[in-house]
């Protein structure tokens, strides 16, 4: 490697030391904007997020982040300690943060106005006894964008959730000196807190049925017997930190009553939900196409049809066939409800609507629905798209692409020497070396990406809005950060890396596509794997 190439890539490191620092900044201030009232116990960290910014980019000449970090600075001096923030104050925050924002997106990401990729601020919190342990922990959390601290007391844990409360502990029974000292203290910080924390308890010992009893009731979600690995508790801590993520019903509206229709928008939207209202029956198929609703809710009777004939319209459609269908009446003739709901409905609301009663219906329904969704269109191990949803989607968005003239890449990914992994360490290790990188992908990429596991040990990536050349840069700096990541197994560490390929589509099929991408994959493994190939 001459010396220009070496340049070249510390130029990339300390960049990325840049941008990563930049997104710790926008997260702080994201939890500050939607929620005004920690805003004041969140100052003092968020100018110290700014301040170590503006250090690094000046170190590292990166002027937009410096520009945008000592603005910020400039606003938070006129934020006196122990004061609430003012709207206006806030306003000009919002305004910098933003700046920020536009210097650390990708060159794609500018074109579309996406956010960039925000690596989590809630902390989690370790309290083990074994320290090491504890260290090497936080290690690997970094590497999947999470923000962990250990502590050395249970004081000092209960100060530091007092302060801010986390998205999850990872609790040892006994951490204290004392037995079931671990299990005390979790019942002191429970009861502190509305909900509870999720707790993930290690423990030594097998544990009686007492103690696990005693765990579970003050929120322990897991007990580790014996002890777990790393990788094993980054599973699970993603699970708890991202249980609750969740993106809003999409529920369909129709009803020839313009008064009742506005009512149900209005009940929907303060739930939280995405609702898509038409009063006229005849712009069903336009309005299924439009809006692709997850749950549809119909009048029974209306102007020129039933809400039964409706449904059978619907239900004529193999996309919609799954999707539940509400239907509301003032009819209370149970025998009339019981015949409307076996000609292609799910369930029946009478008139007038309790609200309360309409929200966990839909909740209900609409739970149930994705679930059934995911398990056909997603991979069990990872729970990424499986190989037909993904060419599903990769045609999809390939018309889209076409319709809007807009660049689209896909990518294909191989992990290296995958086989050797299992008849090393077993099925169990490359199992989990799956998921691990399925989780790396998932936190790294944006929401508009579409990533499904394509068969065995490889990975496919849809990137919409995307040039080849920028879909190749994302995923080698995924593709370097993945190869550092200390794998385990047992008391033996080591490391996985994974070949690429990318290709951009260019008015050819998504079979073309695929096949173009495999090829760059190929060439890939052959010069020495570890790389991301260009398709020519």
């Known amino acids: 490697m001459n010396d220009e190439s070496q340049k070249e890539k510390l130029r990339q490191h300390f960049a990325r030391r840049v941008t990563t620092q930049a997104r710790v900044v926008l997260d702080t201030w994201q939890k500050i904007s939607e929620n005004r009232g920690q ?22 000449e990166m002027n937009d982040h410096a520009v945008a970090g000592k603005r910020i600075l400039q606003l938070l001096a006129s934020w006196a300690p122990g004061t609430a923030l003012d709207d206006n104050l806030a306003a000009q925050l919002q305004e910098a943060t933003g700046s920020l924002c536009q210097s650390t997106q990708r060159r794609s990401d500018q074109a579309t106005g996406q956010a960039p990729q925000q690596y989590r601020r809630t902390p989690v919190y370790i309290a083990l006894e074994n ?42 029974v006994n951490f204290g000196g004392s037995a079931l000292a671990g299990i005390s203290t979790v019942e002191q910080l429970q009861a502190r807190h509305e909900t509870p924390i999720p707790i993930i308890f290690v423990s030594e010992d097998d544990g009686t049925i007492e103690t696990r009893l005693r765990a579970s009731r003050c929120g322990g979600e897991e007990f580790f017997y014996p002890a777990v690995d790393p990788g094993q508790l980054i599973e699970k801590i993603e699970t708890y930190c991202n249980g ?10 129709l009803d020839d009553s313009r008064a009742q229709a506005k009512f149900m928008e209005t009940v929907l939207k303060r739930a939280g939900m995405n609702a898509y209202v038409i009063t006229d029956p005849m712009q069903i198929i336009n309005a299924l196409d439009e809006f692709s609703p997850e749950i549809i809710i119909l009048d029974m009777y209306m102007p020129g049809c039933t809400g039964t004939e409706i449904a059978r319209v619907i239900r004529q459609q193999d996309k919609f066939h799954s999707v539940p269908i509400i239907y509301l009446s003032a009819e209370e003739d149970v025998n009339k409800q019981l015949q409307a709901m076996s000609l292609g409905g799910d369930d029946f609301l009478t008139k007038p609507i309790d609200p309360k009663h309409l929200v966990a219906t839909i909740h209900n329904r609409g739970r149930r629905a994705r679930s059934l969704l995911a398990l056909m269109i997603r991979d069990s191990l990872t729970g990424l798209y499986n190989h037909t949803h993904t060419l599903y989607l990769l045609e ?30 077993g099925h169990p290790i490359g199992d989990r070396i799956l998921r691990s990188l399925s989780m790396f992908l998932k936190q790294r990429l944006r929401k508009t990406d579409h990533i499904g596991r394509y068969g065995g040990e490889e990975f496919a990536v849809i990137l919409p809005n995307t040039s080849a050349r920028d879909a190749q840069n994302v995923l080698d700096e995924i593709r370097q950060r993945f190869s550092e990541l200390q794998q385990q197994a047992g008391e033996q560490e080591f490391r996985v890396s994974f070949s690429c390929g990318v290709a951009d589509w260019q008015g050819d099929s998504a079979q073309s596509l695929c096949e173009r991408a495999d090829q760059a994959l190929y060439r890939s493994k052959e010069h020495g794997r570890n790389q991301i190939s260009l398709a020519s």
Do not use: H
């Not at 805003?39 to 590292?60: G, H, I, N, P, W």
């Not at 609750?244 to 509206?253: I, R």
């Open 39 to 60: 805003a004041e116990s969140l100052r003092e960290l968020f100018a110290a997020d700014t301040d170590k910014l503006v250090r690094y980019a000046l170190r590292f």
């Open 131 to 172: 320290s090491e342990t504890a260290n090497r922990l936080i290690r690997q959390l970094e590497f999947f964008g999470f923000r962990a601290a250990a502590f050395g007391t249970a004081r000092e844990l209960v100060e530091a959730c007092n302060q801010s409360k986390p998205e999850t502990i990872l609790m040892d």
């Open 244 to 253: 609750n993520s969740s993106e809003p019903y999409k529920v369909l509206v």
């Open 396 to 425: 999809q968005e390939i018309v889209r692409a076409r319709q809007k003239d807009q660049p689209l890449a896909f990518a294909m990914i191989d992990i290296d020497e995958f086989k050797k992994v299992n008849d090393t360490y």
